[in-house]
């Protein structure tokens, strides 16, 4: 894929799913093409798998960095005693592989891992956001979620939680609307970066 093609394609929430919809629209390869869906879903599974290898090898070799602020607020979450979650779409070994090569141990251990096939609809379903706060005991209310894409946010407000979008290089063109707000990203410097102080506001807006 092209990296327009890919950026088109996460419209889609989960790997697998993505490469359906990719042979879905442009046409399955040749050798897949005689296969019934059960056999294609398996190859999709075995290619996504080799997918996630390699991803997990640029992570390992340095080649993924966090995105700006994202330690910092992180750190004053778990200084602030706050509980933490990643909610993916991605393959659930991945996700904490990275979790855990890009934040450390001490942090990763912080965090709770809701991600790939645990639930059976993806974003912009809010199935997984939903497990999150039942498996955690969380109140809707006090929650904020930090999210990337258009179909995050879909499942952040299905769930009826907070949600702060930071654009991507990829997504940056989509329709963020209603959104509790924008930015481009969680900046490193507290004093314009977004904050614990931030995301209580918010919450305390939808109170007031």
């Given amino acids: 894929w092209t990296v327009e093609r890919y950026g088109t394609l996460l419209e889609v929430g989960g790997g697998k799913e993505r490469m359906t919809a990719h042979w879905n629209e442009v046409g399955w390869p040749s050798s897949m093409q005689s296969m019934s869906d059960e056999e294609k879903q398996a190859k999709v599974k075995e290619l996504h798998l080799r997918k996630t290898e390699v991803f997990m090898d640029l992570i390992n070799q340095g080649n993924v960095p966090l995105r700006p602020g994202v330690l910092r607020v992180i750190d004053s979450a778990i200084e602030a005693g706050l509980t933490l979650a990643v909610c993916s779409t991605s393959n659930e070994l991945a996700v904490r592989n990275l979790v855990q090569t890009l934040m450390g141990p001490d942090r990763a251990a912080k965090f709770s891992i809701f991600a790939g096939d645990m639930v059976a609809k993806k974003k912009p379903a809010p199935d997984v ?80």
């Fill in 129 to 208: 956001y939903l497990l999150a706060v039942d498996t955690l005991g969380l109140d809707k209310t006090k929650c904020v979620i930090v999210e990337d894409s258009a179909i995050g946010l879909g499942a952040a407000k299905a769930a009826g939680i907070t949600c702060i979008v930071t654009k991507s290089s990829y997504t940056a063109g989509e329709d963020f609307s209603g959104a509790d707000m924008i930015v481009d990203e969680l900046g490193d410097d507290p004093a314009t970066g977004v904050t614990l102080e931030t995301m209580d506001g918010l919450l305390t807006a939808k109170i007031a």
